[in-house]
């Protein structure tokens, strides 16, 4: 079984400061690793994509991967108030249907 | 900004009802996904659909769920005979590609609850 794992958290920082969101996946062939935001009860919405090794940043986000670790992260800088949410970690499943594997979700609360 | 949309908001059945949720993918997509997410629970995927037909669908898609693209827009989901556990959120994706490295854009979800 194929999985995504992620602490469930709840991660809490001050607001200014940096997150930081740890997923691990068990499938050593994924190439595609996404991240997620969902506020309750809403869907999610697509933060970050990531595909090769090595860091990628997009304003405030910044996406880490290591396959050989298997390990994807998350950082998010300046933390605000409107960043509490929950973190989905996404993983490409294998073969070409666009399938993802989610993990749990981390819990984030920036408090002010 | 093109998005994808649910229908309804939210359904409340009786159990053994059929249930039809109804998604708008955007316009230029062309592989569709079904997911859901019990109350607390992980995002769970359902279905994935291209031209036409089936490319993958998980364990939980057992023979009481169907998907149809009944026209050039909609794509739906129908449960059968609904159970207390189809209770959940649906939500609709798509994706302009069904490869590993495709983005999904996910709609605002349909809840539905069996009684």
């Known amino acids: 079984q194929k999985e995504v794992e992620q602490n469930s958290g709840p991660l809490s920082v001050p607001e200014g400061a940096i997150a930081s969101l740890n997923c691990t996946y068990s499938?050593?062939?994924?190439?595609?690793f996404f991240w997620y935001r969902q506020y309750s009860g809403k869907s999610p919405e697509l933060i970050m994509s990531i595909y090769s090794n090595g860091d990628k940043e997009d304003g405030r986000f910044t996406a880490q991967l290591n396959k050989a670790s298997q390990y994807v992260s998350l950082l998010i800088r300046d933390s605000q108030p409107s960043d509490s949410a929950t973190y989905l970690c996404?993983?490409?499943?294998?073969?070409?249907?666009?399938?993802?594997?989610f993990g749990q979700g981390t819990t984030l609360q920036v408090k002010p | 900004e093109p998005e994808v949309t649910q229908t309804p908001s939210h359904q409340v059945t009786q159990m053994g009802q059929e249930v039809i949720l109804r998604c708008v993918p955007i316009s230029n997509h062309l592989y569709f996904y079904w997911y859901r997410q019990i109350l607390g629970q992980k995002v769970e995927f359902l279905v994935s659909?291209?031209?036409?037909?089936?490319?993958?669908k998980s364990e939980i898609f057992d023979d009481q769920f169907s998907v149809e693209r009944p026209d050039g827009s909609n794509f739906t989901l129908k449960i059968r005979s609904t159970k207390l556990e189809d209770s959940a959120m649906y939500f609709c994706?798509?994706?302009?590609?069904?490869?590993?490295?495709?983005?999904?854009?996910f709609g605002e979800g349909s809840r539905l609850t069996v009684l």
């Open positions: 994706a798509s994706s302009t590609s069904g490869t590993s490295t495709g983005e999904l854009f």
């Open positions: 499938d050593r062939v994924s190439q595609s």
């Open positions: 659909f291209y031209n036409n037909e089936i490319s993958e």
């Open positions: 996404a993983v490409g499943g294998s073969g070409n249907t666009g399938k993802l594997i």
